[in-house]
């Protein structure tokens, strides 16, 4: 779900001068931004909060169409562009995680404290590449891992319904119960997971046959 991107390190002296093109109407330029770091966007930052691939596209869609609508607010400072464009498609993916009627993996004020912390940082020069990093090993600490350590009927129920969104239904065929003993499953999963992921910690996994019971 979180397969890393490698991004090459910005020439921040190029990437100015595109700001400026950009600033002054140069659509090209403002093509070349995106296409620079939108795929870092797309992987570290959006496909981790959301879950989804198909989401994520309509966030990363979302994402360009804001850039190019407040492009005129952003203003240059030595940690380049990226910082920025991170910030906005957080807020993307906020605003989509509030509009979700269904189960999440994130919760919308997990993502307001991390814009909260975001737009605290101090303007040095920020590493794409490290922003990634720092991105993805989060995601995968908060998801990855707790998936891994949750009983594996839970985890398969999110896996499943969740993250590939396929139809309760079939995840319930799949799993061998009814579709409202399905809906009991998942329910009780994702509040293991958010419990877990709220806390920071990932509880021992339960055995089996008591998650059988839980789910009867």
């Not at 981790?48 to 169409?65: F, I, K, N």
């Not at 990226?82 to 269904?102: E, G, T």
């Not at 119960?177 to 990932?202: C, E, I, N, S």
């Amino acid at each position: 779900m979180v397969a890393s991107v490698t991004a090459q390190r910005p020439d921040l002296e190029a990437e100015r001068r595109l700001c400026e093109r950009a600033a002054q109407g140069d659509r090209v330029a403002l093509g070349q931004l995106l296409r620079t770091h939108g795929p870092v966007l797309y992987r570290s930052v959006l496909l981790p909060r959301l879950g989804s691939e198909a989401v994520a596209q309509d966030a990363l869609a979302e994402t360009y169409a804001r850039v190019v609508e407040k492009f005129g607010q952003f203003q240059w400072q030595n940690c380049g562009i990226y910082p920025w464009l991170r910030v906005i498609a957080l807020r993307i993916a906020l605003d989509m995680l509030r509009a979700r009627k269904r189960e999440t993996l994130f919760e919308p004020d997990d993502l307001q404290r991390e814009i909260d912390a975001s737009e605290a940082e101090p303007s040095g020069r920020a590493d794409v590449e490290l922003c990634e990093q720092r991105d993805l090993a989060e995601a995968r600490t908060r998801v990855e891992v707790a998936l891994g350590r949750l009983n594996p009927r839970y985890a398969s129920a999110i896996r499943l319904r969740v993250l590939e969104e396929r139809p309760r239904e079939e995840v319930a065929r799949e799993l061998g119960v009814t579709v409202a003993t399905f809906d009991v499953v998942l329910h009780r999963a994702m509040t293991a997971l958010k419990k877990a992921l709220g806390a920071g910690v990932v509880p021992g996994a339960v055995s089996e046959q008591g998650a059988s019971r839980e789910a009867m």
